[in-house]
């Protein structure tokens, strides 16, 4: 925000769009349209289809990864990516400060202690300077979030994760098809989550007809 300038919108000053900006549209062409339509009269309408199948072999190739699972919503990816561990009740788990309610309420399902870390104030990632502070003899997670397609610094965040001992789970909802040190995201991480939500940048749709949400299982 630029007090000097009184002529910007936010200070006041006339709107440069007559109407209000969606911050997500979707795009949706024929294919997508004929792609419910199929899905719809095959009679998996629930999900878990044969589409679902190919979806997730898709991503794999794409990502270059051995597994992935689609699932129903972010907030189930997540739970799942803590409950693989069987963390005893009670322990920690650093998550970013900045993030949507899932990522908090996943550990929380499993009956794990949240514990909110400070993020850069520019781009809304875990703070690697301070990470190391929120650490404890009950910590067995950090939870990393890519904020608008930005990608955490996941080199740093796995080195101290591995210095501890402790299990990565890489929020990577808004961020696929970004790319981290040459790789895409989504690899980085022990656990990496994806959402195909209709805000995000690539959407299956959401509720039982497209399953949303995909988790990336990186260690067998």
Do not use: W
Request: hydrophobic share 40%; with cysteine; net charge negative.
């Amino acid at each position: 925000m630029n007090k000097n300038n009184p002529s910007l919108a936010i200070n006041g000053g006339p709107k440069t769009a007559g109407r209000n900006i969606l911050i997500h549209v979707p795009f949706l062409d024929e294919d997508d349209f004929k792609a419910v339509e199929t899905a719809t009269r095959s009679t998996f309408v629930s999900g878990d289809g044969p589409d679902c199948r190919k979806f997730e072999n898709m991503l794999c190739e794409y990502l270059g990864v051995k597994h992935a699972l689609f699932v129903n919503s972010a907030t189930t990816a997540l739970e799942m990516a803590f409950r693989v561990k069987n963390f005893p009740q009670g322990a920690e788990v650093i998550l970013s400060d900045f993030t949507y309610t899932s990522t908090a309420v996943a550990a929380l399902y499993n009956n794990l202690k949240i514990v909110l870390a400070d993020v850069y104030p520019d781009n809304g990632s875990l703070d690697i300077s301070k990470l190391e502070s929120y650490i404890t003899d009950k910590t067995v997670a950090i939870a990393a979030v890519d904020y608008g397609g930005i990608p955490a610094e996941m080199d740093e965040i796995m080195a101290i994760a591995n210095k501890y001992n402790l299990f990565v789970v890489h929020d990577t909802a808004q961020s696929i098809g970004s790319i981290y040190k040459g790789k895409k995201t989504g690899c980085q991480g022990h656990v990496s989550t994806f959402s195909f939500h209709g805000t995000k940048n690539l959407t299956t749709g959401e509720g039982e007809l497209l399953l949303p949400m995909m988790m990336q299982l990186l260690k067998e």
